[in-house]
């Protein structure tokens, strides 16, 4: 079985814009999205090999990191938001039980 090979000319050749996110904080995560994609686009492993495993898991240990960096990041820049909305929520129920009273 052969290993698949990446082209480098194929991949220099493929200029990919990425898309305007509204989320600014987002934008490294998309940058190194985008890096992996043209990285491994084609890629087959051959996992049936040493080597072709070994490289299969690295490959699939970056998309992890890159997946659960994200959510850390998710959770970090909506918790004022989050922490905002549910003082809304507590002082409208506090509001509307003083209303019913």
Known sequence: MTTA????LDVASEVVEAPKLAVTEY??????LLELKKL????I????????MKDAKEAAKKLTKLRTSLET???KIKEPALRRSQAI?????????????
Do not use: H, N, W, Y
Request: glycine content about 6%; proline content about 8%; charged content about 25%.
């Open 89 to 101: 929520d507590s002082e409208a129920k506090a509001l509307t039980a003083e209303i019913f009273a």
């Open 5 to 8: 090979t990446i082209d480098p």
């Open 27 to 32: 934008d490294p995560t998309q940058a190194t």
């Open 45 to 52: 492993f051959p996992v049936q090999t040493a080597d072709g």
């Open 40 to 43: 491994f686009k084609g890629v």
């Open 73 to 75: 990041l998710r959770k």
